[in-house]
């Protein structure tokens, strides 16, 4: 059973603005959330996390908003850059074992 | 530098046929993960390795094993892969559990049943 969904298969922003990523999430044991980025025939690499005690977490043009009580989080990407163009998977651990992925949003930045 | 590397990138194996794909890591991390990832589907844990002490995921067929010789290196093995098993096989390694900031993942194993 999908744990963590992120309903939006792809998305298509014009460069300069800003991306967002939406991942939702069903069991409310997770504690840890955490953003990877995956490039064509490359292994995903962490991007960003957020704990649960938080409900934003930035770094550089990434932000990470977390409302628990929806189950929600989100990425947020500002400028979006054509580099950025990717597979974004959403992740989530309760107490910091089995971390469990989403299928994953392709973004495509486009100049 | 690669530091974790997954041997081979590609994998073509015949139905039933026991296959063996590899990871090694430089990082001398505690903990192996393997996990499995079909097409447009999440990836999903098998099992890891914290230090020698393995760990399999209760969902995990039985056709899939793993050995960890030591700290560097980590096998999956399929006993008799099925035309369903074919997938990416990614592994990824953590400083410990609770590591995942740190985790890095190896760039995979396309592995095709025929």
């Known amino acids: 059973d999908q744990q963590v969904k992120q309903n939006s298969p792809s998305l298509s922003v014009q460069e300069g603005r800003i991306s967002i990523l939406n991942c939702d999430y069903t069991n409310s044991m997770f504690d840890y959330f955490l953003w990877y980025k995956k490039y064509p025939a490359e292994g995903p690499t962490f991007l960003i996390s957020i704990s649960s005690i938080k409900d934003k977490n930035e770094d550089g043009r990434f932000t990470v908003f977390l409302n628990k009580s929806a189950k929600h989080l989100s990425l947020h990407i500002v400028p979006s850059q054509p580099g950025d163009s990717a597979v974004y998977f959403c992740a989530a651990s309760a107490s910091g074992y089995a971390l469990n992925f989403g299928k994953g949003t392709s973004l495509l930045v486009t100049p | 530098d690669a530091m974790v590397i997954q041997n081979p990138r590609y994998q073509v194996t015949q139905f039933g046929k026991p296959v063996t794909l590899s990871c090694s890591q430089t990082?001398?991390?505690?903990?192996m993960y393997w996990y499995q990832q079909k097409s447009s589907q999440a990836p999903k844990l098998l099992f890891h390795?914290?230090?020698?002490?393995?760990?399999n995921e209760a969902d995990t067929p039985d056709n899939f094993q793993s050995r960890r010789p030591n700290t560097s290196f980590c096998f999956l093995d399929i006993r008799s892969p099925g035309l369903g098993d074919a997938a990416m096989y990614l592994c990824?390694?953590?400083?410990?559990?609770?590591?995942?900031?740190?985790?890095?993942f190896g760039q995979g194993t396309r592995l095709t049943v025929v």
């Open positions: 990824a390694t953590s400083r410990d559990r609770t590591g995942w900031t740190e985790a890095f």
């Open positions: 990082l001398n991390h505690n903990v």
């Open positions: 390795y914290y230090d020698k002490d393995f760990n």
